[in-house]
Structure formats: C-alpha cells, structure tokens
C-alpha cells in the first residue's frame, strides 16, 4: 500500500462529520478525531505544525515546510469535515478498497485531495529538493457548513504567494465559482384555536404570500445580464418551519434564503437588494423580519490567478498531458483565499458528481497522480 493510500485510508476511517445544525451522535460529529491525526502526521515528520482551535472539537491544523532561500511560498489546503452519513449504502467510514477504488463518507470530497496533499507535503519534507517553493499545509473544519475555519485561517494572517484549493475536479483547474450569502426571514403572527381561525393571525399564510414576491425576485435575478464564466445570480428558499401543532393557528414561520453572487456583487448586499424589491414591488402589507446573514461568501473570479493556472496547468500536462481549466456552480474556501489577496485555484482527485453520494468512492489511481502533480507544482512554483 503506497503512503497517499494508506493516508487515505486512514482519514476516511476517522468519522469527521459536520453536523450542519443537526443533533447527530457524538461518536461521528466534528473533526478533532482527524486534526489529532494530522498533528501526529504533522509531528513525526518534524515541521512546524499550529493547532488553531475554532471551536470546541474543532480545529484548523497547519504546517509548514520552510526551504532555504526560497523566494515563493504555496498553500495547499483541504477541509477535515464532511457531510453526513445518512441514507449510505456503504459502510461509511469503512475505507473499503476494492478494484482501484477506495469507499467511504469524505473519499471523494475531499480526503482523497487532503492525501495527495499530505503525502506531496510528505515527500518534499524528506526530500528537499533545489528549488522548491516553501510550503503550507492548511487543514480547515466547516467547510460543509459556515466556512468558520478558512475565515480563521485567513483571520490570523496567513500568507502566500498562491493557493491550491483541494476538491474533485477530475484533476483539472477550476478558476471561477459563484459565492453565496445565507439568510432567515421570519413571519410573525396570533396564534389561536383551529376551530375559530379568524381569531388568530396566520404566520404561513403571510409567508405563503411573501414566497409569491421572493419568487418573483428569483426571476428578475436570473433574467438580467449574466456572468459571463458563471450565469446569473440566483436566489433559492431551501427550508421552511412555522407552527406548533395542526390544530393551532400558527404565529411563526421562518425560511432559510440562498442567494448566489456572481464576480462583482458584495455578498454583504443581497439581503438589502431583496428587502427593496419587498418594499418597492412585492405588494407586501404586513410586518416581516430578516436576520443578519449567517454565512457570507464571495464569488471566486480568475482575476489575478494567471500565473498559478498557468503553472498547475504545466504540472497536469506533465503528468497526464492536458486539462481544461473552467468554472462551477458550487462553492469552495479557494473564495476566501482569494478574497484575503492570495491568488486561489481549485483541484483535486475525484468527480464532483461522487460527492455526497450514498456509495462515495474516489479512484485511487487520481489520488496518486493528484500528489505527483502537486509535487511538480511544488519545484516550478520558486523557479
């Protein structure tokens, strides 16, 4: 078994499980079980390593190889968490291999990027070879959810001359993604028996209406003048709650907004540009509430990142003789990197539609050829 394999297996086997705001059994939230893994990683092979506590059981984990008079440095960074486990029809945390492929919640997304990092981070520790880049790991939690640890990571200052992202790109670049902001809003109402509703004040009712107006919004977004690598905006209601019993007229309802920002937009924004619409067109007569957002993202734009796509560019021809560099609809921290100043690309082992999937599986063989690309990347980076 190579090193990247059994790195691999041995992360797919820790349960690292984000809990997205769900009660799920202690025994497989969070991901203190893998950054306790990588700080012995991290340690046995003599570098540098920081633990930066995010939250209780969650740490960000980073290290660093530092290379005599080398004049650039490259960040490699890859998220501990995953999504969970439900409705599997695999063992999750099994790390089966079976005909080159290795089975289990996280393979794909993204442990299979975070071994070909940590295994190329590995080698050039060992090795050293003339001309390498310095390097820094950076292993983050709550990607899957709020994004809370490359914010920290990029909250303490790290700093480097590029990022490689890890995440399934069939091994090409990915140089442009949509970003997102994320919302509540709440109606409120009088709750009253059933039997006499004209008592009371329907909270779902007057959400009922103002969805109609949100709706009417999501069309405008996508009808005007689109991204030219990412489409339009969007906006998307993804979950609803209100009321406590069938036989209680409700006085609360709550739903959850996500919006989408393309290259130019603040994220900061979208909850206003919502709130005008309401106010200006929607015909709504009555009192709402919108929180603050509790996750804000920027859009991931290729301004800037010329240099590394050209350079990751090299390394894949070398190694598998060429690739494609194109944009996507989901999000990544390659985002927040870039938004602190440091040029971002994505790539990794694996395909985005194996992710999250109830059989989740990533090709070995990717994983391998994911590590020797970066360790090519790694010498041309400082030359």
């Given amino acids: 078994m190579t090193e990247t394999t059994r790195l691999l297996r041995d992360l797919v086997a820790l ?25 012995r990683f991290f340690r046995g092979l003599g570098v540098p390593c920081e633990r930066q506590e995010v939250a209780p059981h969650r740490a960000n984990v980073v290290a660093r190889l530092e290379i005599l008079n080398a004049r650039r440095t490259l960040l490699f960074e890859a998220h501990q968490d995953t999504v969970p486990v439900d409705q599997m029809t695999i063992e999750p945390f099994g790390a089966r291999i079976e005909n080159g492929r290795l089975y289990g919640r996280g393979a794909c997304d993204i442990k299979g990027g ?22 820094i790991m950076a292993c983050t939690i709550d990607e899957e959810s709020t994004m809370l640890g490359v914010r920290e990571l990029v909250r303490r200052g790290v700093r480097a001359d590029f990022a490689v992202v890890a995440e399934p790109t069939c091994l090409n670049i990915v140089h442009a993604h949509k970003g997102v902001t994320r919302w509540h809003i709440v109606t409120s109402g009088r709750s009253c028996h059933s039997s006499t509703p004209e008592q009371g004040v329907n909270a779902i009712y007057r959400m009922g209406r103002l969805l109609a107006a949100v709706e009417r919004f999501a069309q405008k977004l996508r009808s005007g003048t689109p991204d030219p690598l990412l489409g339009p905006p969007t906006l998307s209601i993804g979950r609803i709650e209100g009321g ?13 907004v996500d919006r989408r920002v393309v290259g130019g937009e603040n994220p900061e924004h979208a909850p206003h540009q919502l709130t005008e619409f309401l106010t200006l067109e929607g015909g709504i007569d009555f009192p709402y509430e919108m929180s603050a957002p509790w996750l804000r993202e920027p859009a991931l734009t290729p301004r800037g990142s010329d240099e ?18 194109h944009a996507v609809a989901y999000g990544t921290d390659a985002a927040t990197i870039a938004w602190s100043g440091i040029p971002a690309v994505i790539f990794g082992p694996g395909d985005i539609a194996q992710a999250h999937t109830r059989d989740e599986w990533v090709d070995l063989a990717e994983v391998e ?7 090519r990347l790694a010498l041309s980076c400082d030359a």
């Fill in 15 to 39: 349960p690292s499980v984000n809990p997205m705001g769900r009660d799920l059994p202690a025994d497989i939230v969070f991901e203190h079980r893998v950054a306790d893994y990588l700080e």
């Fill in 114 to 135: 975070m071994a070909a990092m940590l295994a190329c981070f590995a080698r050039l520790v060992r090795e050293k070879p003339a001309g390498c880049a310095n390097v």
């Fill in 244 to 256: 406590t019993s069938v036989n209680t007229v409700p006085d609360f309802c709550r739903v959850e």
């Fill in 308 to 325: 590394i796509i050209r350079l990751l560019g090299a390394a894949i021809d070398a190694e598998r003789g060429s690739h494609r560099v």
């Fill in 369 to 375: 050829q994911a590590s020797a690309i970066l360790y």
